[in-house]
């Protein structure tokens, strides 16, 4: 039967090549007689196996083409999967549990749907609820049968996709609707599958392979409760399916790396266009008790090699005033949903990066959302017109700009955008933001709209005026979007952050460089008195003899402290409050793990760098304090550790040049005691 259905499909490619030489290039190489036999092979052929694909010579005159594509609803959501980019997330998922791991082709999502045999609907996945009827361009694909021998209900999900050799030759001539190239086989098969004309979706060689059984093959006993199975048996009918390995419950992170070697060979012998690889659990009925999000099920997780990207169009710069003064650009352009959320806007970092990527309003862009969180604006497709967006005035104040200067390593130079106006508004209202957030003051529920209509409003010009709202308990109540339960959950919240910690209130002054991992360091050496690091600031003490205070760091206390107004709102401020005093020996958070006597954490000094997977700079530092160990700064000769991420700079240059030992994010997880 193998045999047969191969041959099938060598029939219906070499027919329809002879086809079009004969009817587009009027140069057949086949004579009529040679055409009709294989015609007839085929024709006995489809006959004796049942199977007829969609594009055979035997069933297409041509092509009709729609007017419009009708939209149609899913019963069953054809909903996305969680995402991954750590081998460590496999690992935890197939605990327990026989999986498949299969690659993820980047193409465009396709349900087909057959009855009594027949072909009778294909869709595209559409937004898991609801799609598209691409039926008629479903004789175009290369490998798409129109009828089988399985006469139940049977609904199939897969890829329609192009074979990157096919996009190679291709792209050389096509453009899409905008008159610019197709970027990848990605979007040209989706662009080609939801054409209106089949014939010219034919001329793109879309190929399809599935993934998945939503309905059918449920009276085959020996396949009802295996993914695997079924999609095997899928081969019977004349499908082909995406190539996939079993997965054995608890296997070891050097199995599945294997195994995704290989499935990535396999790809790139094949030409089949991936950008992953997806592990899913081959029991259905295992499948069915783990439910769903809106998003995704949660009985398969994808695993990507990279980012997505997604084109749109730039439109413009919005530049926004910190409470530093420097102005950061964020980059606005057209809406596109990545992972189910509407994006519109990414950061731009500086002058230097807008400059690298030549942007100008109207170009191509491509975004990504890094590590699956934070929308980035990956690069420019329209590049050599680039348009100098920078302002000459703040955004806020209206004062004038100026580009400061500063060496990122490797001799590059970076450029950012300032405000030097200590008055300007946007910089004293995000000064305000800072000093109530969770890891300083965390006054809960005081938003920054909020802050801004007080400021603006004359009840805030210091932060001591926080603590005396009450002198406007009635014009607040007045306010639009205020009444008496708002006022009196925003007095509780304040009045909550007047008993707070040494750490908190340091992290609230806003020093330059001197967050929550050094104000623990602070706290832990003048043993939580403010005073005492008053007077050792004020007296030009040299912080560099803690653990991985550097010179600047040193430099900035005492520069602070140097300026009178700080001094004034450092002494004045703590009169408004109350102080708890922290044991060091009986903390809860940093003792978590230090019991455990197979940590290698407990007493270390661990430093991490670089851009990291799965923690925010705070959120690694707080891990690092659960083990039991210190979360450092900088690299010194005290440092056990330094944590690697993307982009780590200096900090890897000079763990190696002291002999540090480097570990990546993913060797920290492996070596926390379970």
């Avoid at 750490?503 to 360091?521: H, L, N």
Wanted: glycine content about 6%; aromatic content about 8%.
């Amino acid at each position: 039967m193998e045999m047969e259905k191969g041959r099938i499909q060598e029939l219906v490619e070499e027919l329809n090549h002879a086809r079009h030489e004969y009817y587009n290039e009027n140069s057949p190489s086949l004579s009529d007689a040679a055409y009709d036999r294989l015609y007839d092979e085929l024709a006995q052929l489809e006959r004796e196996t049942g199977i007829i694909l969609a594009n055979s010579p035997t069933q297409t005159v041509g092509y009709k083409a729609v007017s419009s594509l009708e939209k149609v609803r899913h019963p069953v959501p054809l909903l996305s999967l969680d995402k991954t980019k750590q081998i460590s997330d496999l690992v935890r998922f197939s605990k327990g549990h026989d999986a498949l791991l299969m690659l993820k082709l980047d193409g465009l999502t396709i349900k087909l749907t057959y009855e009594d045999g027949h072909l009778v609907e294909g869709s595209t996945r559409g937004d898991g609820d609801e799609g598209e009827i691409i039926t008629h361009n479903i004789s175009a694909f290369q490998n798409v049968p129109a009828q089988i021998p399985y006469k139940e209900k049977l609904v199939v999900t897969g890829e329609g996709y192009i074979h990157k050799d096919d996009f190679e030759r291709l792209s050389q001539t096509l453009t899409g609707s905008d008159g610019k190239p197709y970027r990848n086989a990605r979007n040209l098969a989706a662009g080609s599958i939801r054409c209106l004309d089949p014939s010219v979706c034919s001329e793109r060689r879309i190929y399809f392979r599935a993934f998945n059984i939503l309905t059918g093959l449920d009276e085959f006993s020996d396949m009802q409760d295996s993914r695997g199975r079924k999609l095997l048996s899928l081969m019977e009918y004349g499908f082909q399916i995406c190539p996939f390995v079993t997965v054995l419950a608890d296997a070891a992170a050097e199995d599945i790396q294997s195994k995704i070697a290989s499935l990535k060979s396999l790809a790139e012998m094949s030409n089949i266009p991936i950008d992953g690889m997806v592990l899913r659990y081959d029991s259905f009925a295992y499948s069915a008790t783990l439910g769903r999000t809106g998003h995704h099920y949660n009985d398969g997780i994808a695993f990507k090699f990279e980012d997505d990207t997604y084109d749109t169009t730039f439109r413009g710069i919005e530049w926004q005033t910190s409470r530093s003064g420097e102005i950061a650009p964020v980059a606005l352009f057209d809406t596109i949903e990545i992972d189910g959320c509407d994006v519109s806007r990414a950061s731009l970092h500086n002058l230097s990066f807008i400059k690298d990527l030549e942007l100008y309003p109207g170009c191509r862009i491509l975004v990504s959302k890094r590590n699956m969180i934070i929308p980035h604006v990956e690069d420019n497709l329209d590049r050599g017109h680039y348009q100098d967006m920078t302002p000459d005035v703040c955004p806020c104040c209206g004062e004038k700009t100026r580009i400061y200067s500063r060496e990122a390593g490797k001799g590059r130079i970076v450029e950012t955008l300032h405000c030097d106006n200590p008055d300007c508004g946007s910089r004293i209202l995000q000064k305000f933001v800072h000093f109530a957030e969770k890891k300083a003051m965390n006054i809960t529920g005081l938003s920054e709209a909020t802050l801004e209509k007080f400021i603006d409003l004359g009840y805030l010009k210091t932060y001591q005026d926080l603590y005396h709202l009450d002198r406007y308990r009635d014009e607040i109540i007045a306010l639009e979007g205020f009444g008496e339960k708002s006022y009196e959950r925003l007095q509780a919240a304040i009045t909550a952050s007047r008993s707070t910690t040494f750490v908190r209130y340091v992290v609230a002054m806003d020093i330059p460089m001197i967050g929550r991992t050094a104000s623990r360091e602070l706290e832990r050496h003048f043993k939580g008195s403010l005073r005492e690091l008053e007077l050792a600031a004020t007296s030009r003490f040299d912080f560099t003899c803690l653990n991985d205070f550097g010179e600047t760091m040193s430099r900035n206390l005492q520069e602070w402290f140097r300026n009178s107004d700080h001094l004034i709102l450092w002494r004045t401020l703590q009169k408004e409050l109350t102080f708890k005093t922290t044991n060091h020996h009986t903390d809860q958070e940093e003792n978590t793990m230090t019991e455990n006597k197979n940590n290698p954490f407990t007493g270390c000094t661990i430093v991490a760098t670089g851009k990291l997977e799965h923690f925010t700079r705070d959120g690694i530092n707080s891990r690092i304090i659960s083990l039991g160990a210190t979360a450092g700064s900088s690299v010194t000769k005290k440092t056990d550790y330094l944590i690697c991420g993307e982009k780590a700079g200096s900090k890897l240059a000079k763990a190696k040049e002291l002999g540090v030992k480097v570990l990546t994010e993913q060797e920290f997880m492996d070596m926390i005691p379970a």
